[in-house]
């Protein structure tokens, strides 16, 4: 049980940290050209990898884990093509997954 | 805080924030299911009130079930948070106030509302991105509370399909928001490339923080308007 707590303790500073780190150290002013110029990437490089690494990684990571989450996710994507919401979109990732699921 | 609250940006941030306030509950719910019987009933609620960091609390908990000690659960946790570092790093320049003040706008980030407040051009919405996030933080408790408590009610999270949700939450956010033609849908699609890639090879959270080496392609933009 002591793992779990000192685990905890840790964990929660160094995430405060963390989140604290890049607004203390560079906030407040505007950065050079080309540093903008890749910061503007971020927001989809680390999305994208989001999704494949939510979709396809096994539930402790290190692993390729390929299930009905492709699925759901890949019926999400045609909904936002065909113009749905987000809302929908989430709804209908968790409904073909739970579906397949209980299926296969 | 009242100045913050009558700003039109954190009413809008809040009111984005609450159907994913929901989908967050239905996480929380699967993370004190899966907690509980690792960590007992108390230790799940303390980790989500004081990390409110969904991925670390589900891979440092993976760990601890698999086995692992105190070092291996933190290293887990810490290599997932790490993308909390460029995720700042981007937030940065549209900060306003002294390093305490940022440091604590800073703790508002959770990838949602940080995507959400996005403006393009590099710009962030500080004001929107508070408001997005908050809706989440009393959600997330409560859900891991109720997944703790209600564990042998709800069997295993997996079997609702909720570990879909978060995937495609991200990719409405990156099709609606993000993926503009040219260099960012690029920089997607090679930080897919590297997250697939290293999925095998690298610890969890690796992927990751890996993949926003993709934003460099940023690089190229100078010199193509030079050309």
């Known amino acids: 049980m002591t793992e779990v707590w000192v685990t905890i303790a840790v964990l ?3 995430t405060a940290l963390t989140r604290a780190s890049g607004p203390a150290l560079l906030g407040g002013r505007d ?16 999305l994208a990898a ?6 396809l990684s096994a539930p402790a990571g290190s692993e390729l884990d ?38 296969l | 805080m009242s100045r913050l609250r009558s700003q039109p940006a954190f009413k809008e941030g809040v009111r984005l924030g609450v159907p994913y306030a929901v989908a967050a509950v239905l996480l929380a719910i699967s993370f004190g299911v899966l907690a509980e019987p690792v960590m007992g009933p108390i230790a799940p609620i303390v980790m989500s ?16 079930a698999a086995g692992g000690d105190a070092a291996a659960a933190i290293a887990a946790g810490v290599l997932l948070n790490a993308r909390y570092f460029p995720m700042g790093v981007a937030l940065a320049p549209s900060l306003e106030g002294g ?4 440091s604590l706008v800073g703790q508002a980030m959770i990838d949602f509302s940080w995507a959400a407040a996005s403006r393009g051009g590099g710009r962030y919405d500080p004001a929107f991105m508070i408001g997005a996030t908050l809706p989440s933080y009393p959600c997330w408790v409560a859900g891991t509370a109720i997944g703790v408590l209600a564990g042998d009610l709800i069997g295993n999270p997996a079997d609702l399909g909720l570990d879909a949700m978060f995937p495609a939450f991200f990719l409405a956010l990156l099709v609606e928001g993000e993926l503009r033609p040219g260099l960012p849908a690029v920089a997607a699609g090679l930080g897919a490339l590297i997250a697939l890639a290293l999925i095998p090879l690298t610890p969890a959270g690796v992927p990751i923080i890996a993949a926003s080496a993709a934003a460099l392609v940023g690089l190229a933009a100078n010199r193509r308007v030079a050309a």
């Open chain 2, 99 to 102: 390093v305490l003040r940022r």
């Open chain 1, 12 to 14: 929660t500073v160094t």
């Open chain 1, 50 to 55: 989001l999704v494949v690494v939510q979709t």
């Open chain 2, 49 to 64: 009130a004081a990390l409110f960091a969904g991925s670390a609390q589900f891979a440092a908990t993976a760990v601890l």
């Open chain 1, 66 to 103: 390929v299930d009905e989450r492709v699925l759901g996710v890949g019926a999400a994507g045609l909904v936002l093509w065909r113009g749905g919401s987000a809302l929908t979109c989430v709804g209908v990732a968790a409904a073909v997954t739970a579906v397949t699921r209980a299926l």
């Open chain 1, 31 to 46: 950065l050079p050209r080309q540093a903008t110029n890749v910061i503007v990437l971020l927001a989809p490089a680390l």
